[in-house]
């Protein structure tokens, strides 16, 4: 009899402790707080880029540099900037801004913090181009580049280039957490679960409506959307394409849609690991898939059909003189050339079928569609695939060894509104993200030159050709120019979506 | 896992006369022959996109519409009935293989052998399977021979202990022992007294391992850890569907109800036939 | 009684010595060169070339004999120490203890609603044998057995969140998150678990000592409480005890349908990542987390049950 009084007893204690381990009640959204359903982690500790992308879309951190909803630049930390010499800038920094830690900005500190990010991500060196940082007075920051460097004051709008206060970094310069000089202040993260900032009353620009901001990491692309029909959050990103259908019919929600920055493409292995180390199958490639078809039946019409690297619909973006179009015949011609024939339907070589290893990965929501979309044309056409979904970090381990043909990606192009961001870190032979196996060195002299040129002429000419040898040489296929959609509860105002897809700016939003 | 030869009979759902068991038993054998030749009389091609007859409803060419690549889900259907029937068949073939062949040394040899072999077939057993497949396939490289592969891995363990017990029971009766004196090779013994002798839990057991594959193979490919994207598969098909499940219900419905209807066969199956052999059945296969 | 104790402890190491063995087999076993790799993950992706990996794997032993290699790692692992994630580059250890509690919690939740489901389940259709109540049980018992858990998953979710909007539709944080994982998890143990109370209570009531107690006139509800279920309760714990195994298989589901951060979501994601000292991580804890829990049963039975103390 003891003993089943012991073993209930046993029982119950775990089932107590059960209960100790709950978490706490939820907060349903109150009337200051707007709560986000995101698809990313907000505040991955280690995903150091898109870390960084976060304290700048949420403004916990501000930039030297800001963009308009032009994309054109615009004062942030600092108020004006002159080149003094061709390989001298100097930044003049905003009077009375002050750290969430009540420090206050001055040119050391934004020394300090752009010594710092060079030191932690790898690719900041080369997108800032920097020589020496030098505080030559309270409020003048003065950089000197390794070689003249027109690109600099838009780089620095870039979401890496965040100015962070020291104390953000611990003794051995290791991040902990984000102190910065932005309209929300970090209050707290939950590993897998939330981020939340509130309101930084002494702010240096127009104060937010709102109290607080709860970013919620829903990975699940249905369960987001779910949540905002469930009341649970306010505001949501990245939508399927079939729920935007749906909320835009319902009167209950609002639906923003505006082209933005971004270009989903395959990008190819040229290495000798892949059939695609021949320039005229991946013409052949380039040809064959119909964008149109992809925009529309994988995606709900939500995104334009990409045939170029950049989006036409940014005028100041350089484009080649010529364009892919869908031309089977064209794309026959190479694949004989390149040893092919096609017998059944199938193009053949050596009795062996072309076949293209695709990767992607399923955590960016609408990736799987587009990649089984590119799939399906390709084999409608007579090129096998084998498809293959991971998350981003998986792929991208596979893409490192050389192991695929086409890596289906998503990449912020037109971000920084200059054309050197993307075609200086992803195409250029020595970029650190250059997974690609391809290499061409006019490319590589047009892109480090286009970079040092003022906007004029010679700028549009240099960045022309590298166009061209993009689109000759082939290293990708894009595929769809992004549309960025989010939805809100009808009760939100004043959202407007910045073109860069970087940036929230939930200043002005009240509900 | 736990069979044993009881004199009481339980869990009975259908009191089954032989020949009622025969009829059921024939009758599933032509249902695993059809569904591998089903695809053979499936209207379209399944693999076909059509991105501009997209989430069509159902209509005589498309008995039950199109899914979102504009697929025709009857054929995708009935091709994936052939490929998770193979690749569960497949399974079943080669873990009781081994297993049986583990198994009926383990009982035959006996001693340090039997003990070794039987303590891992143990810790097998209290791992979560479908976890350790994931892990095995995921180091294997994901696919379809690496999921294949990792369930079999699991699970002959279950067959090597159902035999080894068989053995070890068939072993102390009264004419084994007697053939063992008058000097019988062990794999005569075991050919002519043994394996007549445990085909019935052999059986039983294959037809709830079945059931068992044939979830753990849809489940691992709706978690994107099975087959390739694209590939007709059930499991992968609500997966690949679900984000239309509000709109296009069917598209979900429809292989979620076949899974469930192939696998109550199946398992109804497994209990006649332990009702036939008179095996207490408990089916916690995993 | 002692000597069972030592049996099974004994019996525990040696599967734990196996799991730690294969635990570390795992990580070497993945394609590419392991230096290499490591080596990748810390210089944040950058391809290293052939001198840097021949000295890393010369600062870390990695040319020393594999025996030294597998004391070394497994004296690591005995101080808490289980690698660092290559996506992340942060010890896996942090991110595990955070899961470890959710998916010990959802669990316990679960078992315990399997057994309030199954245990009354499992006797009524004892108590009647081949009733309507008895076959309907079986009946519905075989059909939850069948259904693919993801599948009834996602029509819960419909129906609970979005159509009657009751409960969360995932996440965690309240009680309210915790009720459809739960529920999935549950009513697939309670299932087999019924049918397993079902059986082994009738297999109780055909033994001579019942009908004794009948004879005596106990009612028949009466023997099954009095004397049945106290003499199968052992067997129901042990059975319990391995459908914790279920449970977690159940769990990889569920967390990553419902977005719950526990073990199992952990598992799916580092496998999509690829993330191999994740994986590894993951095979140790659960290996090692189901043999202590049966080895825990085990010896609970022992003190429960005097007649299987002997019993080595």
Sequence with gaps: MIKKTLLGAAFAALAMGSFALAPQPAQATED??????????????????????????????????????????????????????????????????????????????VKFSLERVIDLLPYAADLLNIKSIKAISPLVVEIENTEPFAALPNQLSDAITVVYAKSSFDEAGEFVKPIGTGPWKFEEYKKQDRTIVTRFDDYWGEKPALEKVVYRYIPDHNSR?????????????????SDVKRLSEDDDFKVYAE?????????????????????????????????????????????????????????????????????????????????????????????????????SYSSRTEMPMITEAMAALLNEQGIATEVGMYTWGGMLDLVKQGEYDVSVVFWTPEMTGHPDLHLKSQFHSKAGLNYQFWANEEFDA??????????????????????????????????????????????????????SGFFFDFKSVSK | MQMERMSFTGGKLFHAGRRVFRGYVLVMALVILAVL??????????????????????????????????????????????????????????????????????????????????????????FP?????????????????????????????????????????????????????????????????????????????????????????????????????????????????????????????????????????????????????????????? | MASRVTARITHALILLFIVSVVGFALLRLMPGDFAEILLMAQMDGTLPDADQVARYADQNGLNDPLPQQYLRWLFALLQGDLGKSFISNEPIISDITLRMGQSLLLAVLSMSLALIIAVPIGIVCARYPGSRIDRIAGMVSVIGMSIPNFWYSLLLALLFSLVLGWLPTGGHGTWAHAVLPTLVIATSI?????????????????????????????????????????????????????????????????????????????????????????????????AGSYILVNLIVDLCIAFYDPRTREIV
């Design chain 3, 190 to 286: 309670a299932g087999v678990l019924s049918r397993y109370v079902r059986g082994s209570l009738l297999e109780e009531l055909s033994k001579p000592y019942i009908r004794t107690a009948k004879a005596k006139g106990l009612s028949r509800l009466r023997t099954v409480l009095r004397h049945a279920v106290p003499n199968t309760a052992p067997g129901i714990l042990t059975f319990s005890g391995m459908q914790f195994a279920r449970i977690f298989d159940g769990m990889i589901i569920v967390e990553t349908l419902f977005a719950w951060p526990g073990l199992g979501r952990f598992l799916v994601e580092s496998l999509l990542n690829r993330d191999y000292p994740a994986i590894q991580a993951c095979f140790l804890l659960i």
């Design chain 1, 32 to 109: 200051n707080t707007l709560v986000i359903g995101t698809m990313w982690e907000s505040m991955p500790l280690a995903m150091k880029p898109r870390r960084s992308r976060f304290f700048n879309e949420s403004e916990i951190l501000d930039t030297l540099v800001k963009l308009d909803y032009d994309l054109k630049t615009i004062p942030g930390l600092a108020t004006e900037w002159d080149r003094v010499s061709p390989t001298v800038w100097q930044f003049k920094l905003r009077e009375n801004v002050i750290f969430h830690d009540g420090t206050k900005l001055d040119a050391e500190a």
């Design chain 2, 129 to 286: 399977a479908l976890a350790i497949c994931m892990i095995i396939a995921g180091t294997l490289g994901l696919g379809l021979q690496a999921v294949i592969i990792a369930l079999i891995t699991v699970h002959w363990t279950d067959y090597a202990r159902v035999v080894r017990n068989a053995v070890i029971v068939e072993r102390t009766k009264p004419y084994v022992m007697a053939a063992e004196a008058l000097g019988a090779r062990h794999h005569r013994i075991a050919h002519r007294h043994i394996f007549p002798n445990i085909i019935g839990p052999l059986l039983t057991l294959a037809a709830y391992s079945m059931s068992w594959a044939i979830l753990a193979f849809a489940g691992l490919s709706f978690l994107g850890l099975g087959v390739e994207p694209g590939t007709p598969e059930w499991g992968l098909m609500i997966a690949e569907s679900r984000n239309y499940l509000r709109d296009h219900p069917r598209l979900v419905l429809a292989p979620g109800l076949t899974i469930a209807a192939f696998v109550v066969a199946v398992n109804l199956l497994g209990d006649m036939l332990g009702d036939r052999f008179r095996l207490r059945q408990i089916n916690y296969l995993h």
């Design chain 1, 259 to 359: 082209p933005t920055s971004g270009l989903y493409y395959g990008a190819f292995n040229a290495g000798e690991k892949s059939v695609l180390s021949d320039v005229r199958i991946r013409r052949a490639v380039n040809a064959l898939v119909d964008r149109d078809l992809i925009v529309k039946g994988a995606l709900d019409d939500v995104g334009e059909p990409a045939w170029e690297f950049f989006a036409p619909s940014f005028d100041w973006a350089p484009q080649a003189d010529e364009k892919y179009t869908l031309d089977p015949e064209l794309a026959a011609s190479l694949l004989s050339d390149a040893g092919y024939e096609k017998t059944d339907g199938k193009w053949m070589k050596d009795g062996e079928q072309l076949t293209l290893r695709i990767l």
């Design chain 1, 446 to 499: 047009a892109v480090d030159k286009g970079r040092t040129l003022d906007p004029g002429a010679e700028q549009v000419a240099t960045y022309t050709k590298a166009m061209n040898i993009l689109h000759d040489e082939a290293p990708i296929i894009p595929l769809v120019h992004k549309v960025f959609v989010v939805a809100s509860t009808k009760e939100l105002q004043n959202y407007r979506i910045h073109p």
């Design chain 2, 37 to 126: 030749i089903l695809p053979f009389f499936a209207p379209n091609d399944p693999y076909k996109a059509q991105f501009l007859f997209r989430l069509k409803p159902p209509s005589l060419d498309y008995p039950l519409g199109t899914d979102a690549l504009g697929r025709c889900v009857l054929s995708r259907l009935m091709y994936g009935a052939r490929l998770t029937t193979a690749s569960a068949l497949a399974v079943v073939m080669a873990a009781s293989l081994i297993g049986c062949l583990i198994g009926t040394l383990a009982g035959m040899v006996g001693g340090i052998v039997d003990r070794a072999i039987m303590r891992f077939c143990e810790g097998m057993s209290v």
């Design chain 1, 225 to 241: 959307t779910l949540a905002l029909e469930a009341g649970e959050i306010d505001f949501v990103t990245n939508m399927l394409p």
